[in-house]
């Protein structure tokens, strides 16, 4: 019996595994069954899909037998993609050499450790796109918004703040959430606003996660890689899943603190505006906003006048700190943030962290 021709519109950009995953799916075949009909691993496949894996004759003989377009078809589509990848390698290696690779290796973020010929893959692979073209479409509102800013507070590359939410992202997969709920949410700040006299990241670190996530939270610490100076950020992965993504960049517990509840209010006040990363969002008045939230959970307005009157000494602010139930931290950076004292006073009353090996 004849084989049906297989529709083909030319386009060089996209890899063959576009035209497999199409006919794979008109022909209601699942990933698992093709790679067992071509004998090769699911891994494999999915590489191969993803266009990591170049087409050989042997190979283009198997698809030719199971997917029913010819040998020359499958080399031809091979060949002319591969033909227009090398047309494009020298931006495609400005690209790499952008990205933070050392860090990402030394994070392990890209495991196996790749050797300096097998990057470009493995930096794809890490961002699960088929080529730089796909990466700078996907990327394109990250690479917008912190080309945006000036300010020397955030001298970040885009190629590394995506890196970093990419990281994060596949950290906040592994995190199983309750749906989203505004709601309970909020109502639950006031629970761990309680965490933040805890003085031990191994203790409270923990606590913060479970509760977050009981409310449709996946909350994950990155950390962040050279050229990324972002301290947090927050986004959807889906409509009943939100991610409060922190940096610890700092390494105190008044930063690290007034940037979860920063990044809490923009979930809660602007979750419809998207991806929002920390001191790169063009819309200030949205930051003011997360600022003012922040500051009104960790000094509640009914402590306001007296945190106004408070003496900027040690013995008062400890004073203050146990009778609103938070860290003397939090209330030195809020003095310093308020600007009622300098940024060298009283930071022996910070707590300060470091990453562990």
């Known amino acids: 019996m004849p084989q049906r021709a297989i529709d083909f519109s030319p386009d060089w950009l996209s890899p063959p595994g576009d035209t497999i995953a199409d006919i794979l799916s008109e022909k209601d075949v699942s990933e698992t069954h093709f790679a067992e009909q071509i004998d090769q691993s699911l891994e494999y496949t999915t590489d191969l899909i993803k266009g990591r894996i170049a087409i050989t004759i042997d190979l283009a003989r198997r698809l030719e037998s199971v997917l029913g377009a010819s040998v ?20 495609d290696q400005e690209w790499l050499s952008d990205l933070p690779v050392g ?30 073209a796909e990466w700078h479409q996907r990327y394109r509102t990250v690479e917008q918004n912190v080309a945006f800013r000036t300010s020397r507070s955030f ?17 906040a997969n592994s995190i199983a959430c309750a749906p989203w709920n505004a ?11 309680r965490i933040t006299r805890q003085k031990d990241p191994v203790r409270f670190l923990p606590a913060l996660r479970d509760i977050c996530a009981s409310h ?37 517990d008044d930063h690290f603190w007034f940037s979860f509840f920063h990044e809490a209010g923009h979930l809660l006040l ?37 945190f106004r009157k408070l003496r900027p000494t040690s013995k008062e602010v400890i004073r203050f700190s146990h009778h609103i139930g ?31 090996d």
């Open 183 to 193: 709601e309970s949410f909020q109502c639950s700040l006031v629970e761990i606003r």
């Open 103 to 132: 860090d990402m290796i030394k994070f392990g973020w890209l495991n196996p450790r790749p050797s300096a010929s097998e990057e470009m893959d493995a930096c794809l692979r890490f961002f699960d796109v088929p080529s730089v």
């Open 216 to 252: 449709g939270v996946a909350m994950v610490i990155v950390r962040t890689p050279n050229g990324c100076r972002a301290s947090g950020a927050t986004r959807f992965l889906s409509e009943g899943k939100a991610v409060l993504q922190l940096s610890f960049r700092h390494l105190s």
């Open 72 to 91: 020359e078809f499958w080399i031809s589509r091979d060949y002319q993609y591969r033909n227009r990848i090398v047309q494009q390698s020298k931006p």
């Open 326 to 356: 938070v860290s003397p931290g939090i209330v030195v950076g809020q003095l310093q943030f308020s600007r009622r004292i300098g940024h060298n006073q009283l930071n022996r009353l910070k707590r300060r962290f470091s990453w562990a």
């Open 270 to 306: 602007h979750g419809h505006l998207g991806l929002i990363i920390e001191g790169a969002t063009t819309d200030s008045t949205a930051e003011e906003e997360a600022n003012q939230f922040a500051q009104e959970i960790l000094i509640p307005k009914e402590y306001q006048t007296e």
């Open 155 to 171: 001298e970040s590359r885009p190629a590394s703040v995506a890196a970093w939410l990419r990281q994060g992202d596949l950290q």
